[in-house]
C-alpha cells in the first residue's frame, strides 16, 4: 500500500513570492493535515481538511491557505512568501478524521524562502 | 494549556545500551498518545500509540512505552539499541477532550538520539 506522497520534494522561492504544495493521502484515506517542522520552532500544526472541508487551522496568518480536492489530495498555498517560512512542510493523513485516530506522515517538502 | 515535554533534547548511547527517553504532558483530559520517529530528511514513522487498555504499549523495532497517568508522563524505552536507531524521536498528543476533535497533534520539541558504537 503506498503512503502519503508529497511534491515537489524541495521548492525555492524568493520573497513576496507564492508556495504550492501538494500531498497525496493513503488510499482509503479522507482527512489531511499539514504541520509546519521549522527549526528552532518543532512541529507545528498549521491545517486539517476532511472530506473537502477545512476544519481547523492551527495559529498562522491568512496567507497559509489550502483546498482538498474531490480526490483527498490537497494542497498548501503559501502566499506573501516571508523568509522565516522556509521549513519543511509535512502533510499527514487518517482514515476519517475521527478523534484520536492515527496520523500517517509523508516524506515531507522543504521549502526555502530566499 | 495543552502541551509536551521532552526535557532531553540530545542523548548519546552505546549500540547494545538500553534507553529512555521521556515524554511529559499537559492535557485536560486522558490524551491519545504517540511516539513517532524522524530520520534526517525524512517525514514521521509512528513507533506506537496508546489509547487506553494496558498502559504498556508494544510498538515497532523492539521499542515500548508506558503510560502513567499519576506522572502525565508516556516514556518510551528500548532495551538493546541499535545504530541504525539514530534519529530524531517526537512524542505527540491527541485529543479526545470535551473540547470537540480538532485533528491537531501537540508535539514535543524532539530528542536526537545518537548511538556510539
Known amino acids: 500500500e503506498a503512503g502519503v506522497t508529497q511534491s515537489p520534494t524541495h521548492l525555492i522561492k524568493t520573497r513576496g513570492q507564492q508556495a504550492t504544495l501538494r500531498c497525496s493521502p493513503i488510499?482509503?484515506?479522507?482527512?489531511v493535515y499539514w504541520y509546519q517542522q521549522a527549526l528552532g520552532l518543532g512541529l507545528q500544526f498549521l491545517l486539517w481538511?476532511?472530506?473537502?472541508?477545512?476544519?481547523n487551522r492551527g495559529n498562522f496568518p491568512p496567507r497559509f491557505s489550502g483546498r482538498q480536492f474531490p480526490n483527498y489530495s490537497s494542497e498548501l498555498n503559501v502566499n506573501a512568501l516571508e523568509l522565516e517560512d522556509s521549513a519543511l512542510y509535512l502533510c499527514?493523513?487518517?482514515?476519517?478524521?475521527?478523534?484520536?485516530?492515527?496520523?500517517?506522515f509523508g516524506p515531507g517538502t522543504r521549502l526555502l524562502v530566499l | 494549556a495543552q502541551s509536551v515535554t521532552q526535557p532531553d533534547i540530545h542523548i548519546t548511547v552505546s549500540e547494545g545500551a538500553s534507553l529512555e527517553l521521556r515524554c511529559n504532558y499537559s492535557?485536560?483530559?486522558?490524551?491519545?498518545l504517540f511516539w513517532y520517529v524522524q530520520s534526517p530528511g525524512q517525514g514521521l514513522q509512528l513507533l506506537l500509540k496508546?489509547?487506553?487498555?494496558?498502559?504498556l504499549v508494544q510498538g515497532i523495532k523492539g521499542f515500548e512505552a508506558e503510560f502513567k497517568r499519576s506522572q502525565s508522563s508516556f516514556n518510551l524505552r528500548k532495551p538493546s539499541v541499535h545504530w541504525s536507531d539514530a534519529a530524531e524521536y517526537f512524542c505527540?498528543?491527541?485529543?479526545?477532550?470535551?473540547?470537540?476533535?480538532?485533528?491537531?497533534?501537540?508535539f514535543g520539541q524532539g530528542t536526537t538520539l545518537q548511538v556510539k558504537p
Open positions: 492535557y485536560g483530559a486522558t490524551p491519545y
Open positions: 481538511y476532511d472530506e473537502g472541508e477545512e476544519r
Open positions: 488510499s482509503g484515506h479522507t482527512s
Open positions: 499527514a493523513s487518517s482514515p476519517h478524521g475521527g478523534r484520536g485516530e492515527t496520523q500517517y
Open positions: 496508546y489509547f487506553s487498555g494496558d498502559t
Open positions: 505527540a498528543v491527541g485529543g479526545r477532550g470535551g473540547s470537540g476533535n480538532t485533528g491537531k497533534l501537540i
